[in-house]
């Protein structure tokens, strides 16, 4: 199936998978090397991985863990209409909707039935992302595989959007119909435990959402884009640092005597040590 994201390559096999794969590697190259080689590629791929170790610990190449990482803790403010930065955070409905797949069978992901599930996510989003100047559709996070025994056998995906009548007209969209119908055909079919689906879907009006983060990669909510009014341009969240402002949940989501009572009470309580 072409359709298949092979970026996702390295999670399809557990652990102790990929270690045989490995010995069954080393074993290869004993049986048909000369016996001076038959280490040659573990000390190779341990001298590799060793350097590259110290040379991130010691400084002196660039971390790869801290590629694209906001330092510092901050905050997103979804922009106003006109692209201009909002006055308060929060100040936005949002919709969120996560979908996700499961394989259940022994064959794990590569069950053709979950692969073929996988292909109308991708689908799905595709639409949504060609649409986006009009549907409402802000972004989402990328694929990410929950671990679950010994392998990855489950795939999840948040999508974000302005307003629950956006999803919900999304869900309208002909691709969705389609993927839902397949979904119904192969979970009433001979084998329907196979393949399981969550779906949920969560609603807040302004005033009841926030996003934290500290020293991560953008994500979730960080990585929502705009389009830019009278542009084919997208435009990002603004990033806010200041302390003052992310100043506690309730004074994030905008309802300042809710903080100012919450800060009462943990001020009472210090005093009372």
């Known amino acids: 199936m072409v359709y298949y994201n092979y970026n996702l390559v390295k999670d399809e096999l557990s652990l102790p998978a990929w270690l045989l794969i490995g010995a069954a590697g080393q074993i290869i190259v004993t049986l048909t090397a000369p016996r001076a080689f038959v280490f040659v590629p573990a000390a190779i791929t341990f001298s590799v991985l060793l350097i590259n170790f110290l040379a991130q610990a010691l400084g002196i190449t660039k971390n790869m863990?801290?590629?694209?990482?906001?330092?510092?803790?901050?905050?997103?403010?979804?922009?106003n209409e006109d692209g201009s930065r909002p006055e308060k955070l929060g100040?936005?409905?949002?919709?969120?909707?996560?979908?996700?797949?499961?394989?259940?069978?022994?064959?794990?992901?590569?069950?053709?039935?979950?692969?073929?599930?996988?292909?109308?996510?991708?689908?799905?989003?595709?639409?949504?992302?060609?649409?986006?100047a009009t549907n409402g559709y802000l972004g989402r996070t990328p694929d990410f595989l929950p671990q679950d025994f010994s392998s990855n056998n489950t795939l999840i995906s948040i999508s974000y959007w302005k307003t629950i009548d956006d999803l919900e007209a999304f869900a309208r969209r002909p691709i969705h119909t389609k993927?839902?119908?397949?979904?119904?055909?192969?979970?009433?079919?001979?084998?329907?435990?196979?393949?399981?689906?969550?779906?949920?879907?969560?609603?807040?009006?302004?005033?009841?959402?926030?996003?934290?983060?500290?020293?991560?990669?953008?994500?979730?909510l960080e990585l929502l884009k705009w389009v830019k009014p009278k542009q084919k341009a997208l435009q990002g969240p603004y990033i806010e640092h200041d302390l003052k402002v992310i100043n506690g949940m309730w004074g994030r989501m905008g309802n300042k005597l809710k903080q100012a009572e919450a800060e009462q009470k943990a001020a009472?309580?210090?005093?009372?040590?």
């Not at 069978?105 to 639409?127: F, K």
């Not at 397949?182 to 329907?192: E, F, R």
């Open 65 to 79: 863990y801290l590629k694209n990482t906001i330092p510092g803790r901050h905050t997103v403010l979804f922009p």
């Open 179 to 220: 993927a839902f119908m397949y979904l119904v055909k192969a979970q009433t079919g001979d084998k329907p435990q196979e393949t399981g689906v969550l779906h949920e879907v969560l609603y807040c009006p302004p005033g009841h959402w926030e996003g934290i983060y500290s020293n991560m990669n953008p994500w979730g």
């Open 91 to 132: 100040d936005k409905p949002i919709a969120m909707f996560l979908v996700g797949i499961r394989s259940n069978s022994a064959l794990g992901r590569l069950n053709p039935t979950y692969r073929r599930v996988q292909h109308y996510m991708d689908e799905l989003y595709e639409d949504a992302e060609t649409n986006r």
């Open 268 to 273: 009472e309580a210090g005093a009372s040590m």
